[in-house]
Structures are given as C-alpha cells and as structure tokens.
C-alpha cells in the first residue's frame, strides 16, 4: 500500500452554525481504508482561544502545524496510523486518524510530541472499521462541488 499525500478542502459550519470550520480531508486512501487493518479513529483535539472568526492566533496556528507534521510523520512511518482529515475552527483544531492499535498509538503520540511543552491536547478513541467520520467528511467535498455546479448555473 502506497500512502499518497493528496488532499481537499471543504469549508462546514460549527454545529450552533456561528463559525466557519475549515475542513482539509485526505484522498487516495482506498486501500487503506478497505484493507480491514485501520479499525480505530483516534481524534487529537487542541482547544484554543478563538479570534472573533473562531481561528487560532498566528503563533498557535503555526505551533498546531508543527505538531501536526510531527504527529503525521511519527505516525505513518510505520503505518501505524494514518492522518486522514484535520478540523479548524470554532476554537479547536481536530486531527482523526485512522490505526491499527490505539495502545501504540498512544505511545507513538507522547514519544513524537516530547519536544514540545505540553500542549492542550485531548484524545477520543473509538472503533470505526467502516471508517464512517472518513465517509462524511468526504461528503462535504461533494457538497463543495455541488454548490460550485448551482453556483455557476
């Protein structure tokens, strides 16, 4: 399996509707979501303090960049886990992945993010081996491409 590092972006709204949440979402990852190995979503969240468009200031933003590149390539060299869609907005910045083993993930986690001082990161855990959040969060990017096709009509 050859992992690619394409990507889209899709803009959402935050469920009370009052901010934009920019969703950036991983494609060219069918065989690994249909080879039946990545059975777990793990979700790394960051809260922060929004600016009045619910963003993250420019020293949060580029430390959150830092810490996701660390994490996605601490993750996928073994192929571990693979980073699959990240969230911004609303006051946090969420990161899924998909894995194969949530207690090495964990570990992989704590040891890539060492450097860094601690951070405000919470971590959610659940069996998805339909990979279910990846399947909605592709159909944002439909819904992208169905209103750019109305809006051009």
């Given at each position: 399996?050859?992992?690619?590092?394409?990507?889209?972006?899709?803009?959402?709204?935050?469920?009370?509707?009052?901010?934009?949440?920019?969703?950036?979402?991983?494609?060219?990852?069918?065989?690994?979501?249909?080879?039946?190995?990545?059975?777990?979503?793990?979700?790394?969240?960051?809260?922060?303090?929004?600016?009045?468009?619910?963003?993250?200031?420019?020293?949060?933003?580029?430390?959150?960049?830092?810490?996701?590149?660390?994490?996605?390539?601490a993750m996928e060299k073994n192929k571990l886990?693979?980073?699959?869609?990240?969230?911004?907005?609303?006051?946090?910045?969420?990161?899924?992945?998909?894995?194969?083993?949530?207690?090495?993930?964990?570990?992989?986690?704590?040891?890539?993010?060492?450097?860094?001082?601690?951070?405000?990161?919470?971590?959610?855990?659940?069996?998805?081996?339909?990979?279910?959040?990846?399947?909605?969060?592709?159909?944002?990017?439909?819904?992208?491409?169905?209103?750019?096709?109305e809006d051009e009509e």
């Amino acid at each position: 399996m050859r992992l690619t590092d394409q990507w889209f972006t899709a803009i959402a709204e935050s469920q009370e509707g009052s901010d934009t949440i920019f969703v950036s979402g991983r494609i060219g990852i069918d065989e690994f979501r249909l080879s039946g190995k990545f059975r777990e979503r793990a979700e790394v969240t960051w809260r922060y303090e929004p600016d009045s468009k619910g963003m993250p200031d420019e020293p949060t933003a580029e430390q959150m960049e830092s810490v996701m590149e660390v994490l996605k390539r601490a993750m996928e060299k073994n192929k571990l886990a693979i980073l699959t869609g990240v969230y911004t907005g609303a006051g946090e910045r969420n990161m899924i992945f998909y894995t194969r083993n949530i207690p090495a993930f964990g570990t992989t986690l704590n040891e890539a993010l060492s450097s860094f001082p601690l951070l405000p990161l919470t971590i959610y855990t659940e069996k998805d081996a339909e990979w279910d959040e990846y399947a909605e969060m592709c159909q944002l990017k439909e819904d992208d491409v169905d209103d750019m096709i109305e809006d051009e009509e």
